[in-house]
């Protein structure tokens, strides 16, 4: 078996959205409203959805590729403060293939008419990705969710 260097990095990314902290918060405490921006990207189908928002609580989401590639994402829930943070450690899997381990942190602070989100996460890379590859297309998905939530905030 060939050892796999783990690769390590991390961004934050920051938003300002023209919604109050409390419906900021809700678009990821609640697993209804959740499901309208954190999805899989174009030709993703989902196969599963559960969320228990909770600290000790879990996150799961798994869907497939037409071409048959599988994601899984599923966190853990460490700390929760209503409308001002939350705190998760998540793993995604691909095809059966632990490809990483994530901390994140998202912070949630009202600013002028309006609030500002704060996403950072470390990741580490357990499958031989490469780093810099990695974080980018990490920080180009997030800031996909991001945008999505963005536009549903919007109506």
């Not at 030709?43 to 969320?51: F, L």
């Not at 990483?100 to 008419?113: A, I, K, M, Q, R």
Request: net charge negative; no cysteine; charged share 20%.
């Amino acid at each position: 078996m060939t050892r796999q260097p783990i690769a390590h990095g991390s961004f934050t990314i920051e938003r300002v959205y023209q919604a109050t902290p409390a419906l900021v918060f809700a678009a990821w405490s609640n697993i209804e409203i959740k499901a309208r921006w954190f999805i899989g990207p174009a030709h993703w189908t989902q196969i599963r959805r559960e969320q228990s928002f909770e600290p000790g609580g879990h996150e799961i989401l798994h869907g497939r590729f037409p071409h048959g590639l599988e994601t899984l994402y599923t966190a853990r829930f460490h700390e929760i403060v209503d409308n001002e943070r939350i705190v998760y450690v998540y793993d995604m899997h691909l095809s059966g293939k632990h490809h990483s381990l994530s901390l994140v942190t998202v912070e949630v602070d009202p600013v002028n008419d309006g609030t500002r989100l704060i996403y950072s996460e470390q990741v580490a890379y357990l499958d031989g990705t490469d780093g810099i590859e990695g974080i980018a297309s990490r920080e180009r998905g997030v800031s996909a969710h991001l945008d999505g939530l963005g536009a549903l905030l919007r109506g």
